[in-house]
Structures are given as C-alpha cells and as structure tokens.
C-alpha cells in the first residue's frame, strides 16, 4: 500500500532536506507536536463564530454542532481502521525505505512509532475536518483554513516521516466527507430539535459541555485517550 509511485517521489524528494537545517528541523518537529499551533488556532476560530451567532437557533451553531459530530465520527473511524486493518509502518519506521537522518533532532525514546499503524492520518482527518466546518461557516475563513493545515499540520508530519502522502490525503478525504455529510439537514434532524431545547433550557450548562468537547476535539482527544489507556492497563 505504501510502496506506490506518489509516496516514494515524494518520500525522495523530502529525504534530501532532512540533513540541511538543524533550525528548521527543530522548528517542524515543535509544530508537529503542538496544540498551541495545531488546535487552538481552530478552538479561537470555531468560538469566534459560535458567539458571533447569539441566537441559539442559528445556523452557524448548527454547523459547529454538526461540524464537533462529524470530526468525532472521522476520527473514530481513522483509529479504527489503525487498530484494525492491515499494518503499514511510518516512514520513519519502514526497514524498506532509506533512513532518514534529521539533523538537531535526537533519537525518539519510544518504539510507538514503530508499532503505530501510519493509515490514515487521524491528524489529517481531524483537521481536515475543522477547516471543512470552517468553510461551511464562511468560504474565506475556510479557504486560509486548508491551508493552514496543509502548511502548518500536513506537510511537517510527512516531512519527518510520520505519514506517508497517501495517509493524509486519505485522512483528509475521511474529515471533509463526514463533515459535509454531518451538516446535511437529514442528519441535523436527528438531534437538532433536542439540542435546541436544551440550548434554551440550559444556555450555560450546554455551551460548557460544547465547550469541553470542542476542547478534546482539538487536541486530539488526548486527555480521553490518556484515560482509557491508563483504565485497559488497570484491568488488565
């Protein structure tokens, strides 16, 4: 799967950058790995335009609603086929592919990297995600959207061997298409009535609970996934 003629052009391509710039290596690696750079722009974004709509019955709060849905339904399925479909290593773990040197890194202390299946990106698909509701709620908000993930989530995780192109552009698919599909009103009819009610009933409680879960979803669910991982030791 990941052996085709896109993955090893651009794999090849990338490869001869990773040895050029220590500086620019360690600034890739610290925005792969930060929420203040990967989530929290989108949080501001999404409450920007949550509070900018007052009325509760409006159609942007139905957009995030569907929107926070359809990354949760995206994501579930991208750890789901990871956890269950056929094994591909990471770039940076693949035995088959040259290894890559980045220079001003130092060496990861965890094998994960090396027992994490690379397809489809859970990042691209969350992401992808996001800017898609972004786009839904303003064409322009969401055209910056793409490519602030493509520049700034995307393109880091490829280049330090993360994921190959095919993860993320299959990732990518998974958020967008479930995103649009969520925010076709077939689909808001199933909960729209009752988040409505309790949107007036409950103004405060309903608006920290999206809160919450807006929160969790932008930073990929890691305090949740922290949890379960600490309870399945526990039982075990």
Known sequence: MWNNSLNLAV???LSQYTT??????QILHYIAGSDLVKGFPFMGVIWFFWFRDIDSKS???RTIIATLIGC???VGIARSVNNLGPFQPRPIANQAL???N??????????DLYIWNS???DHSALFFALATGIFLLSRRWGIYAYFYVLLFIALPRIYLGLHYTTDVLAGAFLGTAFVFLCNQMRFIRLYDDQCTALAQRFPAAFQA???ICGTEICLMFYDVRLLFHGLSKYIH
């Open 11 to 13: 794999f090849n391509w």
């Open 20 to 25: 050029v710039s220590a500086a620019f290596n």
């Open 59 to 61: 159609n942007g709060r």
């Open 72 to 74: 949760i339904i995206a």
């Open 98 to 100: 040259p290894h890559l």
């Open 102 to 111: 980045y220079v001003g890194l130092p060496q990861s202390e965890t094998q």
């Open 119 to 121: 397809f489809p990106s």
């Open 209 to 211: 609970i999206i809160f």
